[in-house]
């Protein structure tokens, strides 16, 4: 079978061009606002995702991490007393007003304090064991990379948090925060920087369990019980999940991500279509030829169909290379992006979707490959 | 298709048309193109149709070839009533005996001349190398050994004809139409292609039924239908052209 299609798309290619370039950046405008968004709103539950807390136990109707209300102390001789649980841990979340050594204003800060012992939970995956121990030391802090220029601070230099001393003793990195700056302290610095006299125990208890893969099971066994006042329980799975989507929908971001993906998919695939109706309509009589020899237009159908496919397949394949050395380059400038399988899948099937619409529309004009209109 | 041929007797034309009419209507007007007209078109023959624009000569080319509805009447090719197929079984009757050259060499830019030709042949079912062996020898029976290789855009005018009529002989159609296929040609090459459409009507029996208004063809066809006004005129056979054509192709 000789390729038409693909000769012709080679031997005419800058005709196709335009399609290709389409595809392409439709392609990978969807791949980063993806990327970006799964990176934005995934730091949204870094505090869960980063650390190794199985169940998470906190003030009931909860809606994300950063909406934490205390719960009373004593629920944690509760949750100890579950049979699969192996530990707990507190956590306290304490919205902060930041005051720098440089004149930055006021900055909001999120203040997390966690158990500084090597083998605490909070943050196990996110924070380097040497900055954790450090943390013991009273009123240490650390801060984020990407937050020290907005901060306008430096290790060993001091600042206030909610008219306390602070001081910084290490950066961290990948702890960047939305809508605020992420400060990592312990427990006992941040019980002094709570400021609210209604405080009395901690935001969240965190748990590890026997069984990692029960975490859900065991939340709602602990979720019954309401002896020691209000309190809930997550598995982190669930309230990472909470956290993302609170976000993604309190923002206005999860429909603007869909909005942004129709958008750009109708104007790829306008682009695409005209460009591949322009190269059906100079090849017309051509097809009409054909079709006047026999070939039925089911095999001309074909062509057109595969001439859409390679369109996608090219524009995917710039996309891809772009999008890879896009995405580098926004890790290295701290960036949060992250693009999983999931995302990259939806980002292949919305291009390849584009060309097979494209496609079908191009093929309506053959209809005008009527070889009748070849005699006159 | 030569059990096609085997089966066909010898003395019944090829094509048949049986009081066929076909009017065209745009807006409230309505034009006659052809008005019960009978034909018969013998086999292994050059029939020519010349006629001044407008006289129906194209139409009732459509019409004998398949690609256009009658109005009334009927056309029989092959001895199959084209009006009784669905246009699935038209293309397939297409595919299987008919070839076209037409006016426009319809080549597609991006294929070499022994691509263009295998094209139709790889949709008859033909394995690789048997659509490859009948592009060759369908080429270089239009002269064109040489020339395979290269693309329409290196091609002459005359040699992209030549490789259109290569396209149609190389499906070894018992059927070859042509509309007028020397009117974007000059002298020498308009001579070389109406041979040629003459040789392939002597020496494959194919029924070649060309339409021009080119009066240089007259000579060289059997047989010159006159059309005016969607009516045949006259009708006769040129045999000294045979003879003619014969000496000057071999």
């Given at each position: 079978?000789?390729?038409l ?14 399609a ?27 505090y ?54 440089k004149?930055?204003?006021?900055v ?28 013991a ?29 602070v ?16 400060v ?46 209000p ?41 695409t279509?005209q ?10 009589r ?10 039925g ?34 890790r ?15 980002c292949?099937?919305l ?26 | ?8 007797p ?51 080319l ?48 991006a ?62 159609p ?27 009507a002597?020496?494959?029996?194919t ?20 059309m ?8 006769r ?7 003619d ?6």
């Open positions: 079978m000789v390729a299609a693909r000769k012709t798309l080679i031997y005419e290619w800058r005709r196709f061009l335009p290709i370039l389409a595809v392409g950046f439709a392609g990978l405008l969807q791949l980063l606002q993806l990327a970006l968004v799964l990176g934005i709103f995934g730091s949204t539950s870094l869960i995702t980063g650390s190794s807390g199985d169940v998470w136990v906190g003030y009931p109707g909860t809606q994300s991490v950063g909406s934490g209300r205390t719960i009373d102390p004593n629920v944690e001789a509760r949750i100890l007393m579950d049979p699969a649980v192996l530990r707990v841990e507190p956590y306290i979340w304490v919205d902060g007003d930041w005051r720098g050594a004149e930055t204003g006021g909001s800060v999120f203040v997390s304090g966690i158990d500084p012992s090597a083998d605490g939970l909070m943050f196990s995956k996110a924070l380097a064991p040497a900055l954790r121990t450090r943390l030391e009273p009123d240490a802090i650390v801060v984020d990379r990407s937050a020290v220029e907005q901060l306008g601070i430096s290790i060993g230099q001091t600042a206030t948090i909610n008219g306390h001393s001081h910084v003793v290490g950066i961290s990195s990948g702890l960047r925060a939305l809508g605020g700056v992420n990592l302290c312990s427990l006992d610095t941040a019980r002094r920087l709570d400021t609210d006299v209604e405080d009395s125990g901690p935001t969240y208890l965190v748990a590890k369990i026997r069984h990692p893969n029960q975490a859900n099971v065991v939340a709602q066994r602990l979720r019954g019980d309401q002896s020691f006042g309190y809930t329980a997550w598995s982190a799975r669930e309230f990472a999940r909470l956290s993302v989507l609170y976000w993604l929908f309190d923002t206005g971001a999860g429909a603007g991500v869909l909005f942004l993906a129709g958008i750009v998919f109708l104007v790829g695939a306008v682009i279509s460009t591949l109706i322009a190269a059906v309509n100079g090849s017309v051509e097809y009409a030829t054909l079709n006047a020899l026999g070939v237009v089911a095999a001309l159908r074909r062509v057109v169909l595969e001439q859409a496919f390679w369109v996608g397949a090219l524009g995917l394949l710039g996309a891809s290379v772009l999008g890879v050395a896009l995405l580098m380059l926004a290295s400038q701290d960036v949060p992006v992250v693009l999983n399988v999931p995302a990259a899948l939806a292949i099937i291009v390849m979707g584009l060309a097979a619409v494209s496609g079908l529309a191009a093929m309506r004009s053959l209809r005008r490959a009527d070889p009748a209109t070849l005699l006159r | 298709m030569s059990t096609a041929i085997a089966t066909k010898s003395h019944s034309p090829a094509l048949r048309a049986e009081g066929v009419c076909k009017a065209f209507v745009s807006g409230k007007q309505r034009t006659q193109v052809l008005d019960r007209l009978d034909l018969s078109i013998e086999p292994a023959e050059l029939t020519l149709i010349s006629g001044p624009s407008g006289c129906g000569k194209s139409t009732l459509a019409v004998l070839s398949g690609l256009q509805k009658v109005d009334a009447g009927r056309v029989l090719a092959l001895g199959s009533e084209l009006g009784q197929l669905d246009p699935r079984a038209l293309e397939r009757f297409r595919l299987q005996h008919t070839g076209f050259v037409f006016q426009g060499f319809n080549l597609f830019p294929l070499s001349a022994l691509e263009q030709v295998e094209l139709p042949l790889s949709h008859m079912g033909l394995s690789r190398e048997e659509a490859r062996r009948r592009a060759r020898e369908s080429l270089e029976e239009v002269g064109l050994a040489h020339r395979m290789r290269l693309r329409p855009a290196e091609l002459s005018g005359g040699e992209k004809q030549r490789v259109a009529i290569a396209r149609a002989l190389a499906k070894q018992e059927l070859l139409f042509a509309d007028e296929p020397t009117s974007a040609l000059d002298a020498a090459n308009g001579q070389i292609i109406i041979d040629i459409l003459h040789r392939i002597t020496t494959h029996g029924t070649v039924l060309c339409v021009s208004h080119d009066p240089r063809l007259v000579v060289h066809a059997d047989r010159v239908l006159a005016e006004d969607g009516r045949i005129l006259s009708d056979r040129n045999h000294a052209s045979v003879a054509s014969h000496g000057t192709s071999s």
